[in-house]
């Protein structure tokens, strides 16, 4: 292929891909989400489960199994831990799906007054498929009404030159429900998002949901007890 050729294809590449996102932003717009009920509405498809066939469902929780210490002490790393509470509020920023929660308790880094409420945004946590069927981009619930996470963030960098400050998820997952919770394997044959609203997480199976619980519990108690944060 001939260099002028070559060029062509990566130019048509990247309007192809700036036309994917043109659409996805339009799309994003055209959705009216203010709250989490909003949103629930919305009917979404899960667009990934740990474990999606047999192979990947052994890959994931062999990964899970043979690094668990690597993730929780990613937790522990985290620059910017706090515990906040959800207050129901959804915003929509571009192709990015901010929740707005209140803040409990400044664990480590920023220094956040307790009752100040700040939205925390994740980048395409929505997309469409070619019918026009939500899709939802994470292996972790949404956030439920009125219950206290640990949140792992970081600061926008657009928050030099504006006075409203947004925030960001910092890692994966960016937080834990620390109300109790159960999860159950979701079907792959059905991966409608409201047949498990119950869940935190989205597993296919038993023992990934009970690693990824395991490892949960490890962040918290270091968090919450270890470093007596807990009150």
Known sequence: MSIKKWNMVILFFFVFIGLLGQMGKSR???????????????????????????EDEKECY?????????????????????????????????????VWVKVEQSLKGISLKKGERIPIYIDYL?????????????????????????????PSELNTYQKEKEYRFATEPGYYNLSETTSKPVDVQNMNM?????????????RIIKQLEKIKKKVISYYLFELNFFE
């Open 194 to 206: 409201n047949s498990v609203s119950n869940n935190e997480f989205f597993a296919s199976s038993e």
């Open 28 to 54: 994003m717009k055209e959705i009216n989400i203010s709250n989490i009920e909003d949103f629930l509405k919305l009917d979404c498809e899960l667009n990934y489960i740990y474990g999606m066939n047999r």
């Open 126 to 154: 929505l997309s469409f498929d070619e019918q026009g069927k939500k899709i939802y981009n994470n292996t972790i619930n949404m956030m439920k009404l009125g219950d206290k996470y640990l949140i792992f963030y970081e």
């Open 62 to 98: 062999d990964s899970f199994v043979k690094y668990e210490t690597e993730y929780v002490q990613s937790a522990k790393n985290a620059e910017n831990v706090m515990i906040g509470k959800f207050t129901g509020e959804i915003s929509i920023d571009g192709m990015a799906l901010g």
